[in-house]
């Protein structure tokens, strides 16, 4: 039917956001070492214009070398696009992320991804990181990481995906309860990892496109997604271990769509 080839349109017109196209990352470290990346494309630096001193001078240095605005703000408005008040050091650098966009053009695309992994209240930056980089190394269509409810995509993340966040197949949205209905519309089943699940992730039949929840070790998936979740699944445990840490549950089920050839 029409309605399943596509996000609602009331979600598609939403502008897209300069977080959807970049990776943030701030501190003089971080930042030099994006500059120094060759890789990687920058699309500007903001520095504060209270910062002066070597430090500064080695950060506009490296900027000019590769060709990089440097932009001049304030230290406030340099902590509130960092969004990090504590650890900004009073610069950052936005990194063009290629593969990284929105759900809703991903939905819109005539190539949409077969395989969908959405992070559900997952907030330790060092899961998410790993989850990235064990999902792009599987292939993976598309990882959804909303912009709340979900540790954001800082230097933390970066460096938990040794950098993969960079070129992962990010798709952003507002929510993990919007990517939810949003995916459901789009006829997409969901299915969610629970310990207690009967069916399991190697013995269930799962269709040629799907999405699957993965939600935070304390509190499972959230009450917004849970109503669109089609069927749950676990992980066989042994030995009275009764669940794994949620980036070594993410790496089961990536490498057992790869076994199936998805």
């Known amino acids: 039917m029409p309605h399943e080839r596509s996000a609602p349109r009331e979600y598609r017109e939403q502008a897209t956001s300069p977080k959807d196209r970049f990776v943030t990352v701030y501190g003089r470290k971080p930042v030099l070492e994006a500059l120094a990346d060759t890789r990687l494309t920058v699309d500007k630096v903001v520095l504060a214009d ?12 490296a900027a000019r070398e590769r060709g990089v605005e440097v932009q ?58 790993m989850i990235l980089r064990t999902a792009t190394a599987a ?25 993969v966040a960079f070129t992962a197949p990010v798709l952003r949205v507002a929510t993990a309860a919007e990517a939810a209905a949003d995916l459901r519309a789009a006829g997409y089943p969901l299915y969610g990892l629970d310990a207690g699940a009967r069916r399991t992730v ?34 066989p445990m042994a030995g009275g271990v009764e669940s794994l840490n949620v980036a070594t549950a993410a790496a089961v089920l990536c490498f057992e769509l790869v076994r199936r050839g998805r």
């Open 50 to 61: 209270n910062a002066h001193g070597l430090a500064a001078r080695e950060i506009i240095d």
């Open 72 to 129: 001049r703000a304030t230290p406030h408005r340099v902590k509130v696009l960092a969004g990090n008040g504590k650890q900004d050091q009073g610069v950052l650098a936005d990194v063009v992320a290629p593969r990284m966009r929105t759900l809703a053009d991903a939905l819109a695309s005539s190539r949409r991804p077969s395989s969908v992994l959405l992070l559900d209240g997952i907030t330790t930056p060092a899961n998410v990181g």
């Open 139 to 163: 292939g993976i269509g598309g990882i959804v990481v909303p912009r709340r409810g979900v540790a954001g995509l800082d230097p933390l993340v970066v460096k938990a995906s040794a950098g």
């Open 202 to 235: 190697f013995d269930a039949d799962l269709p040629g496109q799907a999405a699957f929840v993965l939600g935070s070790e304390t509190s499972g998936v959230t009450d917004g997604v849970r109503p669109h979740v089609n069927r749950w699944l676990s992980i």
